[in-house]
């Protein structure tokens, strides 16, 4: 089963690498951006869905983070299709992997 998923995800950052803004944002980013939401939840104590909802917003998800540059690679969008999607991704999961209140 395990194996399954990672080739499943595999393929999706091999699509998501060339595919349309909508799919590299709404598959790949927002499954980092779900990592990033229960990472801060188990930091905070604060609700799934009021840290989903305060990530979501220019001004609060940035104050939350305390870390601009996280924000930017999960909330401004996707690159231009090709190899910078996947440069984004890893940036971003380094970033996460390193965030800490």
């Not at 980092?32 to 939401?37: E, K, Q, S």
């Not at 905070?44 to 930017?72: H, S, W």
């Not at 090709?82 to 209140?101: C, F, N, P, T, Y």
Request: aromatic content about 6%; hydrophobic content about 45%.
């Amino acid at each position: 089963m395990l194996a399954w998923d990672i080739e499943r995800l595999t393929r999706q950052i091999e699509v998501g690498s060339m595919a349309s803004r909508d799919y590299y944002n709404s598959v790949l980013l927002e499954k980092l951006r779900g990592i990033l939401v229960e990472k801060v939840c188990l930091e905070t104590g604060m609700e799934r869905e009021q840290v989903r909802d305060a990530l979501k917003n220019g001004i609060f998800g940035p104050a939350l983070l305390r870390d601009k540059e996280l924000y930017r690679l999960l909330y401004t969008g996707a690159p231009v299709p090709g190899s910078g999607r996947v440069d984004l991704l890893e940036q971003a999961i380094v970033a996460i992997e390193a965030w800490k209140l």
